[in-house]
Structure formats: C-alpha cells, structure tokens
C-alpha cells in the first residue's frame, strides 16, 4: 500500500478528525459558508461521511437519508444546478426536506468520482443565506477541493481494505492452527552442552513472506495479542517434545504480558521450568503496569529480557522490570572478535549482568572466534548456527537428546549455574523479532 499522497500537504488535518475534514473546512472557509460535507450514495440512499460547520445541524456523519430527497440526488440527474445561489429561487428546492429544516440559501454541490470514474458521491457546501456573488470560479475552486478530498478518501478506503484483507488472513491462519513451532537449542558456550531451545513461529507461506511480517500485521489490525497467544498456545504444546532438564520459554510483547488471557493459559499448561521472554518493540507505555503484571506472571516462570545491548531494550526497561535473563543481541555477537569496541561493550554488559544476579544468552552465534570470546567475557549460553539452525520439533530433541548421549563419555559437563542463572531453554520468539534466516 503506498503512502498518503496529501500527508505533507494537509498536515495532521482537522483535530480528532480526517484530513477530508481539513479539506472541507478549507473550502469552508474560502467560501465563506457555513456548512461543508461530503456525502457517499449507496444504493437508494445518501450517507454523511464526513461534515464540518460550526452551527448546530440535523445530521451527524454516519448518518444516511433517502437519496431522492436530497439536493444531491436531484444535482447530479440536472434538474437543479451545480452553483445555487437561492434555493428559494427553485420550486423544487423548495420541496425537500433539507431546505424546510435550515433554511437552505447558497448551495454548491459537485460530484466525487473515483479513479475508475464511478461515482462515489457529492461534496458540498451551503449557508442558510442567500449569496449571488458566488460565480463558477468558486464552482471550479471546489471542484479542486473535491479531487483532493476524493484522493484522500480512495487512500482511505485502500487502507480499510488492506486492513480487512489482513484481518481474514491472520483469522484464518489462527483458526487453522498456525503458526506452526520450530526449534533452535541453546548450547553452554563452554561444554558445548544443550540446556534448552528457542522455538520460532513459522507459517505455511515461510519461503515467500518472512514469519515477523504477520506480528507486525497482526499488531497493526489489533490482533498482535492474539496472534502471540496462539503461539504460546503451541509452544506450550510443545513442551512434551523438551528434555527434562531443559527449559522451556515463551516469549511475548507487554501487551500479551498484560493481557487477562496470559495467566490462565500458562496455569492450565503448568509447564515446570518455565521462562517468559518479553520483547519490546514499540515502547513501553506503562512500566508500573507492566511490572505488576510481570510479578504475577512470576508465578509462572522466570523473566528474560530480549536484545539487550540493542536500541530496543534501554537501562530503564531492564532496571524496572528486574529480568532473571538477558538475551544479548546478536548486533554485538557478529564479528565481537574483530571489534573491541564490541567487546569492550559486551564486556560491561556482562558486569552489568552479574551485578543484577542475571544470566545472559548470547544471540546469533556463528563462529569459534566469536564462541571464545564470549566465553572469556563471562558468558555462559548461547544459540546461533555454530551450534545447529532451526529444526521441526522432533528433529531438534533428538538432537538435544544425541549431545546429552554424547556427554556421557565426555566427563563433567561444567560448574553448576548459581541460583538465578540457569539457562532458558524452550524460547519461542514471535518472528517480528527473529533476525535469523528462515532454514
């Protein structure tokens, strides 16, 4: 969907209204009348979509009337003229009902017409009072008016469709069960160990558009909440698929965090080792909120914070909310060995950390040079393709099964975690945050 033709043009528009509305108060107001609308015919009737007048009047937008009682009606079939300058000058004005409840002076009305040429309905304006100086130049400045009004209203109406087409398409996704989950384990960065997975939405059209698209869709039509519940749904389902000695996470936005639903759905899975990866992408509104909701949500597992060390995720989102976990971006993973300013970042991050009580799990790991590095620094877990991609359930236990085979004849595993630093494991990520590849 391209961008609003007239956004610079008009500005925020009319306030609490349209920019169709600072249109008609534009024309209004060069015209010196006292009423400005624009009106859409739908079958046998008008229907107001939008007026603008600083009089108390009998209709209000969203209203509709029978069309063949209306100046409209009669303006676009010819027996009355564009341009009035007394309605009391036409008998047949005189007989509607718009002309018996204002009175009805000056009236100018010209037609709106869509890119296809279909018409779409009037724009107009009137007075109560007669006006004789009115000529066709005025006809012809809001005829201007009127092609500005029309653009906005078909961007508006593309905009409304986008957005019912969108509806359906993450209704239906819904209902048929998507998204289906994918798993990436988590690994200790020293031993090589599995401790959990991180699970990634996917859809069935993942090879053409990339999963995080349908949660930034889905939030921009209001259903993000429900888009994310339905994930968590399957990824508590997929728990059964989970080692018992690995973790299992779910990840979710603050508004899923402060949704009603959340709780519920979580005691009724009662997944033990639970973690609650929270994700902030467009601003936290209110952190008190959010913190409440959180220390209920407690009850129910631990909380990890998602990229850490990127923009999204500032001090004051990490200090107010406490988390047990941080998830270091994968921005300051890749090449960490060639960069110190990297590693001098990622370095205090790590203090920064430790001083919180809270563990961290390095994101996007895809090299030994990297893996060293972090390992030197402090860090204990990490995920990343040095360790293996995302696979379908099955294909990643297995895989967490073979590597705890494996350790078996390898010796210890490593110093046990402290309290508060134990690794997550079954992290489901809404793909709107994933930045890796799809497999």
Not at 14 to 27: C, F, H, K, N, R
Not at 244 to 261: F, G, K, M
Not at 373 to 390: E, I, K, T
Request: proline share 7%; with cysteine.
């Amino acid at each position: 969907m391209t961008a609003n033709p007239l956004a610079g043009f008009l500005g925020a528009g009319a306030p609490g209204g349209s920019q169709v509305d600072a249109i008609l108060d534009a024309m209004r107001q060069h015209l010196g009348m006292e009423i400005a609308f624009a009106s859409r015919f739908e079958g046998d009737r008008r229907i107001f979509t939008h007026i603008r007048t600083d009089i108390p009047v009998p209709s209000s937008p969203g209203d509709s009337e029978p069309l063949d009682g209306t100046f409209c009606h009669h303006i676009m079939a010819g027996r009355l003229p564009e341009l009035i300058h007394n309605a009391a000058d036409y008998p047949l004005a005189q007989t509607l009902p718009i002309a018996r409840l204002l009175p009805v002076g000056a009236h100018l009305t010209v037609p709106l017409r869509l890119r296809d040429g279909s018409l779409y309905g009037t724009f107009c304006c009137l007075s109560r009072t007669a006006d004789y100086s009115l000529t066709e130049r005025d006809v012809c400045t809001v005829r201007a008016f009127a092609e500005l009004a029309c653009a906005q209203i078909e961007f508006e109406m593309d905009a409304a469709s986008h957005r019912d087409m969108l509806t359906r398409r993450i209704e239906d996704a819904i209902s048929r069960g998507q998204p289906a989950i994918f798993l990436q384990p988590i690994h200790r960065l020293d031993t090589g160990r599995s401790t959990g997975a991180e699970a990634l939405a996917r859809f069935t059209d993942a090879n053409e558009r990339p999963p995080n698209l349908w949660f930034d869709e889905a939030f921009e039509v209001g259903l993000g909440v429900e888009l994310e519940l339905a994930a968590i749904g399957n990824a508590l389902a997929g728990a059964a698929y989970i080692p018992a000695d690995h973790y299992l996470s779910v990840n979710l936005s603050p508004e899923t965090a402060l949704s009603d639903r959340l709780g519920p759905m979580l005691e009724a899975a009662a997944v033990p080792n639970l973690v609650l990866e929270l994700t902030e992408h467009s601003g936290v509104k209110d952190y008190a909120a959010l913190g409440n909701a959180l220390g209920e949500l407690r009850r129910h597992g631990r909380i990890a914070i998602d990229d850490f060390g990127a923009g999204y995720s500032s001090l004051r989102h990490i200090i107010a909310l406490e988390p047990d976990i941080l998830k270091l971006d994968m921005s300051l993973v890749r090449g960490i060995d060639r960069d110190p300013a990297r590693r001098a970042l990622a370095g205090a991050m790590v203090g920064f950390a430790g001083r919180m009580d809270a563990s961290i799990v390095a994101e996007g790991v895809e090299r030994a040079e990297e893996r060293a590095v972090l390992c030197d620094l402090g860090v204990d877990y990490g995920q990343g393709y040095l360790f293996s991609r995302p696979m379908p359930l099955v294909a990643a236990q297995q895989h967490m099964l073979g590597g705890q085979r494996s350790r078996a004849h390898a010796g210890p595993a490593g110093t046990p975690a402290p309290r508060r630093r134990l690794s997550p494991a079954f992290i489901w990520q809404p793909c709107r945050a994933i930045r890796l590849p799809c497999p």
